[in-house]
């Protein structure tokens, strides 16, 4: 099943595709409550795909909770140690953005990193590996865009990691059709048309299910809390010479069994809240 969020009556609704057409379940907040439920209730009537205005799917308490240095060769290539502990820093909301939308260039050092998304479905606290797996309602394409000038500035890399519409969260696809990504799923991301990574996750240091199980100990997880789960190597700033992000510039990120999201580098003058 694959879910997307739309404008409907003023807020973000979350919507079933099927076909060239999607149905409106609920208020994004109210879907989240039980969103395994929700998914499957009979919503509203059907609208065309090409008439509604998409929305990141996510909810405006939910926490986004990501994960830095997960793939041993991006550790490597940022000279790094393999990390003993999931290195986390936050996002908020407010910097999601939905496949398509335009991404303001607010820094000359603006970087891709493609990641799988995980959307949390049920309320966990204290849970093992496994339970953390199987408490996952789905999975997004999620493109991390990194303002490093910003993130550069000191050891928090929170300000980098929140330049105003950045977080790419693309369509969800419920965990049933995607299996245990420790199978390995292709991820991806091309710049104009170029490969610029290509990995898959079986060289996540931390699988899902560990980093669930990490991230529970000390904070309960709710249903819509989203986890971007770590990039791949081959980011902008780790190459020779590096490179960068500019406006005109057309970035993908693809996940096996997931999806895309396909966004545009605009200039910086064209940024909106």
Known sequence: MKLIGILKDGQTWIARVEGDACVPL???????????ANAR????SALPLASVEQRPPAWSGARVICIGLNYRAHAAEGGHALPEYPTTFGRWTRSLVEDGADIPALDVK???????????GREMAGVDDAAGLAGVFGYAPFND???????????QWTTGKNMDRSGV??????????????DGLSVECRLNGETMQSSNTADLIFPIGRVISYL???????????????TPSGVGHARTPPLFMKPGDVVEVEIGKVGKVTNRIVAADQRRP
């Open 26 to 36: 609920a208020p994004a907040e109210a879907f989240f409550r039980d969103p395994e």
């Open 41 to 44: 209730a009979s919503g509203d």
């Open 110 to 120: 603006l970087d891709w990193e493609a990641e799988l998304g995980v959307v949390i």
């Open 145 to 155: 865009v990194s303002a490093r000038t910003y993130q550069r500035h000191t050891p």
């Open 169 to 182: 969260l693309g369509a969800i696809v419920t965990a049933d059709e995607v299996g245990d990504p420790a």
């Open 216 to 230: 529970s100990e000390i904070m309960t997880l709710f249903p819509g809390d989203i986890i971007a789960s770590g």
